[in-house]
């Protein structure tokens, strides 16, 4: 069964810089498209950054443009979202997808999700 597990959450402060990792297993990696969003409490899920198939091209999400980078690791199975300048409204639980599709940002396009790993910011 496809599984997709994400880690590397925590408590940091304004400034500062984190990297996520999603390990995914139970799919052939490098035909998926994989997809960052975020959702913080009482708010919909947001769409943060996704990387293609080869991993050439990104889209990220206009509130973490220039600060927000995916990269992805087909040997290990794995995407990662390295965040910089950590905002406090980047507080969110992170969730990692993949998708059979191009590139997309929205949450129909992905077909498999991971649990999420709690991302907390304090000012």
């Known amino acids: 069964q496809v599984q997709l597990v994400a880690s590397g959450g925590g408590l940091v402060q304004t400034g500062d810089s984190l990297r996520l990792s999603c390990v995914a297993s139970?799919?052939?990696?490098?035909?998926?498209?994989m997809g960052w969003f975020r959702q913080a409490p009482g708010k919909e899920r947001e769409f943060v950054g996704a990387i293609t198939r080869s991993g050439v091209g990104t889209d990220y999400g206009d509130s973490v443009k220039g600060r927000f980078t995916i990269s992805r690791d087909d040997a290990k199975n794995t995407v990662y979202l390295q965040m910089n300048s950590l905002k406090p409204e980047d507080t969110a639980i992170y969730y990692c997808?993949?998708?059979?599709?191009?590139?997309?940002?929205?949450?129909?396009?992905?077909?498999?999700w991971g649990q999420g790993t709690q991302v907390t910011v304090s000012s």
């Open positions: 997808a993949a998708g059979r599709g191009r590139i997309a940002t929205a949450l129909n396009d992905y077909n498999y």
């Open positions: 139970g799919l052939t990696f490098r035909t998926y498209v």
